[in-house]
């Protein structure tokens, strides 16, 4: 999880520094990020030393079998120590928000929050979630993160490929519900723009939530 001292931390931040500078070099519009399976990590690079120009981070923040509102780790993991990276709620939000702070704290900037993965492997008898569950997460998941500040979310996947039974689609090109889910939540809001968390953020990981769209006026 890259506690001090981890030399593979210091040389990921040494290449990090190279990258940032030699693509900037050849054109400073292309954002570039660190990547990391757990939150905690970027919190070490951060100590190790990363570029201010460095556009921010990307995330994997997988939560299998919980759901989008939950991180998987607490609020007081022995692993995440000394930084306690998410409230004592285990609240996606609190995670994003606790990140993006470390970032602007240490970078003197606030960083984007990219999602580049997230997803949910279908496998009841694996201990994992039922298809219809798997498709009620995914809008929960991009409105949420999209609510949060991250500025991208990619699933995870369009179709299983190598990786199990995580896709929207199977490997025979059947569609699971997922698939539904995520042509219905793109339909009904390609067009609209998040305004704001309207209901539930006083308990971002319970109850009903509600989220304000516009379009236009």
């Known amino acids: 999880q890259g506690a001090a001292p981890s030399p593979w931390v210091d040389h990921y931040a040494q290449m990090v520094h190279e990258t940032v500078s030699a693509v900037h070099a050849f054109d400073p519009t292309i954002k570039l990020f660190t990547d990391d399976d757990m939150w905690i990590v970027h919190y070490w690079f951060l100590e ?20 989008p509102e939950h991180t998987a780790v607490e ?19 609190s995670a994003v928000r606790r990140l993006r702070d470390q970032g602007r704290n240490k970078l003197g900037k606030t960083p984007e929050i990219w999602i580049t993965e997230w997803g949910w492997p279908v496998d009841v008898a694996k201990g994992s979630i039922s298809e219809a569950t798997s498709a009620a997460y995914l809008p ?47 339909k009904e809001l390609r067009h609209y723009r998040l305004v704001k968390h309207i209901y539930g953020s006083d308990h971002p990981v319970s109850g009903a939530q509600g989220f304000l769209f516009t379009r236009g006026n």
């Open 48 to 67: 190790a030393g990363l570029p201010s120009d460095l556009s921010g981070f990307a995330i994997h923040p997988y939560t299998s079998p919980g759901d």
């Open 75 to 93: 609020f007081d993991t022995d692993w995440t120590r000394p930084f306690n990276v998410v409230d004592p709620d285990r609240s996606f939000r």
């Open 140 to 186: 929960r998941a991009f409105i949420l993160a999209a609510a949060s500040g991250v500025k991208t979310t990619c699933w995870f996947s369009s179709y299983d490929a190598g990786d199990g039974p995580m896709g929207l689609t199977r490997n025979d090109g059947s569609k699971r519900d997922s698939y539904y889910a995520y042509r219905t939540l793109s």
